[in-house]
Every structure is written in C-alpha cells, then in structure tokens.
C-alpha cells in the first residue's frame, strides 16, 4: 500500500521555524516529483514548494519563497519543507504529495498525504 505520511505540525509563534516531513512507503519515489501545498480553513488548497526527482530543481510560492525550503533524502524516501520567519498567514493543513512533474496545479498529483496542522500564532 502506498502512503505519504506528513508529521512536524504544531503550533509555533510568528518568526519561528517548523520543519515538516513527508515519508512515503510502499515502494520508492525516487523518480517522482513531489510537491507540498497547503490549505487553511475556507480557502481553497494552494501550492506551496515542489522539488523534481533528482532534487535539483525547486519551485516556490511566491508567498513563500525566501522563508521555506524544500528538500528531498531519496534513500530515506522522505521530503522534508523547513518554514523559517514563519507568519500567522501561515496556519493551514500541509499536504505532500507525489507526481510526475514538480507542478504548481494540485491535479498533477497522484499520491497524496493526510496533512498535518501547522498553527502559527500572532
């Protein structure tokens, strides 16, 4: 059975940092794009950061780019998403997700997480 495991959440005052997880099993996704997005209460899931399968190439939100990080460990099948200077903006449900490209659209994705909560205070 494939899964996406996210873990990390939790609740961090602004201008703290988190460090998100995904760990995915079932088989490798070494040759899979994955992506993070998130989605905060009655607004709809928006792209976060995505890396390509070798981990050379990353993508951004605008909204994040210069305070998050996306990373990938391939022999740990894990991607990781630190959040620095984080904002009260911020505080959404974080989905990771595997696909064939590092893709800003969330239907690009096949596999997908359960999330995890990320609540950043004022």
């Known amino acids: 059975q494939v899964r996406l495991v996210e873990s990390g959440g939790g609740l961090v005052q602004a201008g703290g940092s988190l460090r998100l997880s995904c760990a995915a099993s079932?088989?490798?996704?070494?040759?899979?794009?994955m992506g993070w997005f998130r989605q905060a209460p009655g607004k709809e899931r928006e792209f976060v950061a995505a890396?390509?399968?070798?981990?050379?190439?990353?993508y951004y939100a605008d909204s994040v780019k210069g305070r998050f990080t996306i990373s990938r460990d391939n022999a740990k099948n894990t991607i990781y998403l630190q959040m620095n200077s984080l904002k009260p903006e911020d505080t959404a449900v974080y989905y990771c997700?595997?696909?064939?490209?590092?893709?800003?659209?969330?239907?690009?994705?096949?596999?997908w997480g359960q999330g995890t909560q990320v609540t950043v205070s004022s």
């Open positions: 997700a595997a696909g064939y490209s590092p893709s800003v659209v969330a239907t690009s994705y096949y596999y």
């Open positions: 079932g088989r490798t996704f070494s040759s899979d794009s």
């Open positions: 890396i390509n399968s070798g981990g050379g190439r990353t």
